[in-house]
């Protein structure tokens, strides 16, 4: 077991990766009522030996249980929005570059 304190952003980034990445295992249609401190507390630990308790994070990074559900979702959002708007601009950026001068060009354009 690893006892070397973590600072707050450091564990707050730890347990959204983990929960994150439960939730992404399980599918989000299973909403956050699986995703427990106690499940992401044992993966970091079996993960990394890092110990983690209630009382590590509880008043120190989240209220409660159900905040910290809140923030991993929001995680995701974000991460999804993001990827969401590159593969945007990259559409954008290949129509910018398409011919459309003719039939030809742009029924090539097309496939």
């Known amino acids: ?3 070397t304190r973590r600072s ?3 564990l707050r980034t730890t347990l959204v990766e983990e929960g994150r ?3 992404l295992a399980e599918g989000l249609e299973a909403g956050s009522r699986n995703l427990t401190f106690k499940r992401v507390f044992d993966r970091v630990e079996a993960k990394s030996g890092l110990r983690i308790t209630n009382a590590s994070v509880i008043k120190r990074i989240w209220e409660n249980q159900a905040d910290f559900q809140a923030d ?3 995680t995701i959002a974000r991460g999804e929005a993001r990827r969401a708007q590159v593969s945007g601009q990259r ?3 290949m129509v910018q570059d398409f011919d459309m001068t003719s039939p030809q060009s742009r029924s090539h354009a097309l496939r």
Do not use: D, G
């Open 1 to 3: 077991m690893q006892s």
């Open 8 to 10: 707050r952003e450091e």
């Open 21 to 23: 990445a439960i939730l």
């Open 72 to 74: 991993v979702l929001v």
């Open 91 to 93: 559409v954008v950026t």
